[in-house]
């Protein structure tokens, strides 16, 4: 067989391996939106598994990882496929979305905050420039806080208020200070950042949330009736949440055992 002919068979099933594999990835894309999930599987694993250098198969094995978490309840597989999809695809595209699905997984499915902000952290350096500074910044200081580091938590946002102060994403900043410096115990500084909020954001996302901190602040530091006064303006802002109820209750029953002057 000459050299022609040879480079016309090879062509050939080249071009029919890669048929195979695109019908393997549309079957299994189609199995997936019908619910037959480790039908879908078998089919992604066949394109991992036999054709490992073909251009689906990163995507496959991106593919796998988001079955074996949201439909089969099995993360740590979906660790193992994202993982050989990152270190496949070296700083691609691909690999980013596969980078940050390990880092979803880590912090939302298996609660390891330590490796979810490792992977935050691993974004930042390797795609700076290409993601969103703030957004992972910000994530990196609610995967502190979700771990109990309120300190580091702190320190997070403070960089985040720093870099980009008037950034999308400061007033979860400012609101993450003042509520890790509340857990902390140190109300007298909480109020005042509290405070600070609702005057700068007074119809927030967080306006509930910090109003009601403004009101357990005050009720921390014993100043109960500017608390009551705070609880029972919430409670006319709120008239549903049960729990203004039960703070006016106690902070009213604490009042009536101090002595009169």
Not at 137 to 162: N, P, R, T
Not at 204 to 232: F, H, M, T
């Amino acid at each position: 067989m000459s050299k022609l002919a040879s480079a016309c068979v090879l062509a050939l099933f080249l071009a029919a391996c890669s048929d195979r594999v695109a019908d393997l990835f549309d079957d299994a894309e189609s199995l997936w939106l019908a619910g037959r999930h480790t039908e879908a599987v078998s089919k992604l694993r066949v394109i991992v598994e036999e054709y490992p250098n073909s251009p689906y198969t990163s995507r496959a094995l991106i593919k796998l990882g988001e079955i074996h978490d949201l439909d089969l309840n099995e993360p740590e597989k979906a660790i193992d496929f994202l993982a050989r999809a990152a270190e496949k695809e070296g700083k691609s595209d691909l690999a980013l979305k596969a980078l940050q699905k390990l880092a979803v997984i880590y912090e939302q499915s298996l609660r390891n905050y330590d490796l979810a902000i490792m992977q935050y952290q691993r974004i930042r350096n390797e795609y700076k420039g290409k993601v969103d500074e703030e957004e992972y910044i910000s994530k990196m200081a609610e995967a502190y806080f979700k771990k109990g580091d309120y300190a580091q938590a702190i320190i997070e946002s403070q960089e985040l208020l720093s870099k980009h102060p008037n950034g999308a994403r400061s007033i979860d900043a400012r609101y993450q200070i003042a509520n890790s410096k509340f857990i902390m115990g140190d109300a007298k500084n909480a109020l005042e950042l509290f405070g600070k909020i609702l005057q700068d954001y007074p119809k927030s996302k967080y306006e509930y949330d910090v109003r009601l901190g403004v009101a357990i602040c005050l009720e921390e530091l014993e100043q109960l009736p500017k608390a009551l006064e705070e609880y029972n303006d919430l409670k006319k802002r709120y008239p549903d949440k049960t729990l203004i109820v039960r703070k006016i209750e106690s902070v009213k029953k604490r009042l009536s055992k101090k002595p009169t002057k």
